[in-house]
T-cell receptor, first 115, second 114 residues
Framework: DQQVKQNSPSLSVQEGRISILNCDYT??????FLWYKKYPAEGPTFLIS?????DKNEDGRFTVFLNKSAKHLSLHIVPSQPGDSAVYFC??????????????FGSGTQLTVLP | DSGVTQTPKHLITATGQRVTLRCSPR?????VYWYQQSLDQGLQFLIQ???????AKGNILERFSAQQFPDLHSELNLSSLELGDSALYFC?????????????FGDGTRLSIL
């Protein structure tokens, strides 16, 4: 049972436009959400996170939105740049695990930004 | 550069063998996590250590074990290897295990079983 789902395996966007990556989750105990970017032959790189007490967090060109009632989060990248082309993973963790904060990952979305 | 170092980058071995993967966390991080990424499973949590003690277990096989040493580096031991163990193994670290702190990942060890 996939608790974190990224239903779009790939997304292509023109340089300078907005990229919107989506993620859905089923576990209502999740209270901390993260986005990671991954280039080939490298490990995931942390981008931005959001706690369940917020509905928006912004860091430069990256904004994450959380809709708890819909169990949905999204990552907006504005403006998109060719260097943003990578696989983006959504991840979540839940407070019921106590002091353990293992992450549950989605399957990833390959973003391609076209020049 | 995340500050998390994993060695070796690549490992090729045969079925039935035993290997050890090593991870050095970022300076100051007390928590270490191990994840497995296989082609059909995505990134799956294996095990977490916090300041030398096991804190949580995920989908880790009994043939696999890990430990965290006093200097906070960690090792993942995989034994009686099978073809299906071929995967990327990532280590991640964070400041503490219980707060909303992001995990930072190393570049992984690619394990190939022939």
């Amino acid at each position: 049972d996939q608790q974190v789902k990224q239903n779009s395996p790939s997304l292509s966007v023109q340089e300078g436009r907005i990229s919107i990556l989506n993620c859905d989750y089923t576990n209502s105990m999740f209270d901390y959400f993260l986005w990671y970017k991954k280039y080939p032959a490298e490990g995931p790189t942390f981008l931005i996170s959001i706690s369940s007490i917020k509905d928006k967090n912004e860091d430069g060109r990256f904004t994450v939105f959380l809709n708890k009632s819909a169990k949905h989060l999204s990552l907006h990248i504005v403006p998109s740049q060719p260097g943003d082309s990578a696989v983006y993973f959504c991840a979540a963790s839940d407070f019921s695990s106590g002091s353990a904060r293992q992450l549950t990952f989605g399957s990833g979305t390959q973003l391609t930004v076209l020049p | 550069d995340s500050g998390v170092t994993q060695t070796p980058k690549h490992l090729i071995t045969a079925t039935g063998q035993r290997v050890t993967l090593r991870c050095s966390p970022r300076s100051g991080d007390l928590s270490v996590y191990w994840y497995q990424q296989s082609l059909d499973q995505g990134l799956q949590f294996l095990i977490q250590y916090y300041n030398g003690e096991e804190r949580a277990k995920g989908n880790i096989l009994e043939r696999f074990s890990a430990q965290q040493f006093p200097d906070l580096h960690s090792e993942l031991n995989l034994s009686s290897l099978e073809l299906g163990d071929s995967a990327l193994y990532f280590c991640a670290s964070s400041v503490a295990g219980g707060r909303n702190q992001p995990q930072h990942f190393g570049d992984g060890t690619r394990l190939s079983i022939l």
